[in-house]
Each structure stands twice: as C-alpha cells, then as structure tokens.
C-alpha cells in the first residue's frame, strides 16, 4: 500500500499565516527593479575610460572580492546558459519562482534520509544573493529564511522577466574563492569573455555554483554529469574533463591591472580621492582626457625604439602629451611595460635631471630682462667661474668650443659654455625662483645648485618640464594640467586670463629658435632628426654620464615630452640627444599632425624684426651670416661685433667674480699682501665699491682681503649700483699679519 504523505490542518493554516504575514511585508530589496540591482552592482575594478569611453585600464580596487563588469545575457554564450538552467532549475522557464514539484521531492527525500538535487529555483537563490537578511550561513537558511525566500522569489517573477532573473543571477553568483559573477569567473579560470564558452567550460562553471570551493576532483565528477546532461548523445570523456578542472581551477589569468594606461590610472583615481569622494567606494568608472588611440600608438612607439636600444643598455622610458590650451594630458605613457625591471616606476612623475632641456627657460628668462638679445655674441671658450666651493669649468657636449657665437645658435646647438655665462648674468636663485614659477619642483635653492643649474643639475619630473614647455608655446601663460575629464558648463564663459609669467615677446623668440633647422646645425647637422615638415619647436638634453636622455617640444597644438633612460639610474651606452628620446618624439608628433596643419605662432606687439649682421672673427670672415633676428622693441641694433664687448649689446653690466656668498679663509702661511681676491665684471665704463667706498675702475680689480663681512658693489658711469655681491673672511688672516711681523 503506498505511503500517503500530508500536512495536518494545523500545520497548513500556520504555513498560510507565515506565507501571508511575509507576502503583506516584503523587504526593502524586493521592491527594486532590475534597472536598479544592474545600477547598484559594484565590480572589484574600477574601469578607467578615455575621452570617449574606451577602456583603457582596468585597476583593482576592491581587495575583499573578484567582480567583473556586468555582463548583459545575449553576451553569455549559449552553452554557459544552458549548463547553468539545466543543473540548477530545470523548470526555470515554467515556474513561478518555486518549483513545487522539486520541492516535495525535497520534502519527501528528505523524509526517507534520500540525497536529492534540491528544491531551491534560480530565482530563489537570486532572492538570496540580493537580500542579506535571506542570505545563506554556514549552517543552512533558518525557517523564516526560506520562507522570506520563497515569497521574494514569488515577488521577483511578478516584477522581473525571466531573462532578467537569469541576467542578474549570472552576474552575482559566487563561484570559487572570490570570484563573484560570470565576467570575473571567464576572465580568471578561462582566459576568455563570457560569450566564448564553449560546453566543457560552461559545464565546469555550472558545477562550481553547486560546489564553489569542492576539491578539483569532486567539480570534474559534477561537471561531467552537467555535460551529460547538455549533451545525451555524446559520450563525455569525463577523464579529460578532471585534467581540464584541475588546471582550470588554479589559474589566475584575471591580472589585478589590465591595459594600456596603468600609471594614468593609478593617478586619475587618486585625483578622484583626492577631491573629497568616498573612499570606501570606489567608482565604478573614471573617464579621462586621455585619446585611446594616441596612447596605444604613443605605447607602442616608446616600445619599439627601446627594443632597437637594448643593446646600449636602455630599458625605461616614458611620454607625455599635453593640449597646449587646455592643459589636458592626452597620453601619459609611465614606462616601457614588460621590457623595464622596475615597470612600476612612473616615469613621467618621477624626478630626474632634465640636462639641456632647461635652456630654453633660462635664455628667456635672460631675454625677457633684457640682458641678451638673441644676437648678442657669447664666448664660448674655456671658463672658470669662482663659486663658493671653488672653481665650476664647465665643458661643451662634445669638448670643443666654437669661440664667439650668437644667442640663437648657443641655444639651438645646446652649447654648455654660453648657458652658463648666460646663468651668470641671471644668477642661479633668480633663475630657480622662474623654475618654481614654472612648476618646476626644486628642492633646493639656486644657490646649491650653482652655475651648473644651467645645464640641468636639479631634478624635475617630465610631467613638469613638459608643462613649462607648454607654458612657453602659450606665450609665457602658465596652467595646470589635468588628467581628469570634467564635465562641459551648460554655458562656456571666457575665463579671465592670467598675466603671463614669462614676457610674451621672451617666449615666441625662444620657439623661433628652437625652431630654426639652421640655427642648430652645429651641432645637429642639416638632416636632423629634430625637423619636422611642419612647424615645431624642440630641445634635447642628457644628463650627467648619461642617465637621462630627453626630447621635449610643441607645435601650434600639442607639447610632447619625451624621456629615455633606466629607472635605476644606471647610464646608457653612446645614447645621444637624437639616438634617445628624440625620434620617439618626431614620430608622435607626426601622428599627431598626420591631418591636423601646425602653423608657426604670430609675433606679438612689442616684439621688432630687424636685419643684423656679425662683425669678423680671428680669420677675417663673420662670425655669423647675415639675419633677419627678432628683438624686444628697444635692443635692437644693426651689428655685433667682438671689439664692443657684451657690453655693446643689450646685456646690463654685471660681476661675474666673486659669487654671492663667498667665504674666504686666508692661509696663514702665506702673507696677506699675496693673497688678494681678484674681481671680474662684464659691462663698461663701471667701477668697484667695497663697503660703499670707492675701490677701483674697470672690469677687472683686485682687493687685499680684511676679515669681516663685506658688500661689494659695481657702479655705472652715472653712479647707479648695476649688481652687487657679499663675501665673508674668515679670522686666519689677522695671524697672517702677526707672522709676518715676526
């Protein structure tokens, strides 16, 4: 006689009551929408897009669980969908969202101790997984708890489609460790995108939901059944499929870091922290200014010339593109990826000595007051300069010296010497007070860093130098950057422009030269790496013993910043200033300008155009041809000549000798009368004063020493104090004098 097997009438009126009380007050989650759970779920990565929305990273930023992107169900293959329905809810698509007939097959297999698949629906588990308070414990669901789950998946079929449940289901399901979700699952066991799976995957998959963390072993049994099951035809090769399992559910191809942007990542979402969001929830999108298409032309650009380097000991380097008029960073290229051993290390923030590339900021620097022209002849020849730690004798790039040459060429051939003389009539503090200005962050003073400030001793990163750069193709107008897009105002207004940090008239004659071919030519030669077929404006620098190479330049729109070199600070092998960064810069600014025109800025007011010519050098002939050279309104003049001296040009008088701040300590062996400091100075017609008295007439003068601090002043022909300095001398002299009385 078969079993019967009922509820007593007590007990069915108590399951109405409970079934009623919980239908009459559902939970607060039962009343969103799928639009709402698919807006309110989180991934583990926060996806960082470009201007447009094209992803360009994808950074981890919630260490507690493994979430993808939400993964809409016509991009979940066929087969995943299928294993999925069939090895946890058969009647998926017949159900209400409880299977009654599943559910008194549990209630009977569980009355006669009997295993069985068990009576929970997809959508009660989604019932589960959306509510903490139906959430599943280490002990099971309570009783209350599958009753609030039965009537939530009732609720969730009446307000939901059955494509939605399985969409939301696939994309919140736990499935081994912590990886939650369909994407996040594909991605990290499968190296793959949900809508590639094939049967075997999708099996492995479907057998996860049931046994998440089951030895390998216990999922290929599970999986083999599921396969089974999609295909009644087939013979499963369930041996295959256990050595399939076991590989799969150990990898971990799902790289915390994807992509091509991951030190422009790391930086846009701190700027996102930085303005005040929460930091417990990171956002589930950044958008940048970056252009996706130039950063992957610009990362692969910087990769290849690096692999032609390898073999001169060259592993790092780095790339910035700014927008002149915006400030916007349009690609940000940190390192050279795989082919660095510090592929971590920023290089487009990191500090590193620019070498040349601050020049062009000095000579402006000197142009905008008026202390050269950019025809003015300086010396470029063996020098000594007297500073407090003694004498600085700086040398040439290549150890020659081309004697008496123009403003424009010393700076477009890089010359050493006439930057330093030109840092002396500026003087480093006045000089690293500009380079502050500027963004430039030095740490020290222009005085620590000396004369050889010229030639780039401090370290600055390349985000910065790009950007003083910028400053300049945007005649002398500083702005910050950003990397962050910002959102359009309804209405555009004008914003009221700054003064300019740099003398407009300063900054378009420093990318005139920068720009001239022939200027260069000494050391560049005519067919140079450096040209363009379209207006642009370059400078390279390397820096001592060859640890930095750079290229740093702008055109009518874009300034591109280019450095090359090894993290470690380890130097390069015969890398020079157009072998190292330079042809990595040419090539993106072609990119850049491949259909875009870049036109050469117009002079501004106040600047003159006037014809020079050089008088001769040692055999006779000019020392330069003769020009059209643009001048401030004010210096300009038909020649320059060596007989007239610096003087003759538009350079003010100055001492070049002592610095400022020079301690003298007399030897006490050596009687004072031989021990005299001698003074130098450029300009004519001046005189020395010491302590406000009158000492001596000339550029050149010599003082017997007094111990004491002391001012010594140079004066014009009218009286006027052009430049002064102060010294201190030590005691040591006083016994000098005493022995020699002796």
Known sequence: MPLAFSFSSTARHTLAVVLLTAAAAPSAWALASFEEVKRDFRS??????????????????????????????????????????????????????????????????????????????ITMQLAGLLDDDLR????????????????????????????????AYLNTVPFRGEIVGIDALSRTLFSKAPSGLDAREAAVAAALVRAPNARPALVAQRACEVL????????????????????VVQRRAFEPNEGISPHAARRVLR???????????????VRTTLRAPLQRYALDSLQRHLRELRGRHVEDGALVVLDNASGEVLAWVGSSGPLSQAAEVDGVTALRQPGSTLKPLLYAQALAEKRITAASLIEDSSAQISTASGLYIPQNYDRRFKGPVSARTALAASLNVPAVRTLVMVSPEAFARELRAAGLPLRESGDYYGYSLALGSAEVSLLSLANAYRMVANGGRFGATTLTARPAPATKVKPA?????????????VGDILSDPNARTRTFGLDSILSTRFWTAVKTGTSKDMRDNWAVGWSQRYTVGVWVGNA??????????????????????????????????????????????????????????????????????????????????AASARITAPSDGTILALDPDIPPQRQR????????????????????????AQWLPWPGRHLIELVDASGKVVDQRRVEVRGAGVVAAKGARR
């Open 44 to 121: 583990s990565e926060t996806a960082v897009l470009d201007r447009q929305g094209e992803l360009l990273q994808r950074v981890r930023t919630d260490p507690t669980v493994r979430r993808g992107q939400w993964t809409a169900l016509a991009d979940v293959s066929p087969a995943l969908r299928a294993a999925m329905v069939l090895s946890e809810d058969k009647r998926f698509y017949e159900h209400s969202g409880v299977d009654w007939r599943a559910a008194s097959a549990a209630a009977w297999g569980n009355l006669w101790n009997t295993r069985t698949r068990g009576a929970s629906t």
């Open 136 to 167: 599943r414990a280490a002990g099971g669901r309570s009783f209350t708890q599958k009753i609030g789950q039965t009537v939530a998946a009732t609720q969730l079929e009446r307000r939901w489609r059955k494509d939605q449940i399985l969409e």
């Open 228 to 247: 089974r099951v999609m295909e009644p035809g087939a013979k499963a090769d369930c041996e295959a499929l256990d050595m399939f399992t076991s590989a």
């Open 271 to 285: 700027e996102w922290r930085d303005a005040g969001n929460d930091k417990s929830t990171p956002p589930a999108s």
């Open 497 to 509: 422009e700054a003064a300019p940090l740099l003398d407009p008239r300063a900054a378009f004659i």
């Open 568 to 649: 470690s600070g380890a130097s390069m092998w015969d890398v020079s200033g157009t072998s190292g960064a330079a042809p990595v810069w040419a090539e993106v600014m072609r990119f850049l300008h491949a259909r875009e025109p870049s036109r050469a800025p117009a002079p501004p007011a106040g600047l003159v155009e006037a014809r020079v010519s050089f008088g001769p050098g040692a055999d006779g002939s000019p020392l330069e041809a003769a020009r059209s050279e643009w001048f401030l309104q004010g210096t300009e003049q038909p020649l320059f000549a060596l007989d007239t001296g610096m003087a003759s040009d």
């Open 677 to 700: 400091v001698r003074f130098e100075s450029e300009g004519r017609g001046v005189q020395w004063r010491i302590d406000g008295k009158f000492h001596a007439r000339g550029n050149s």
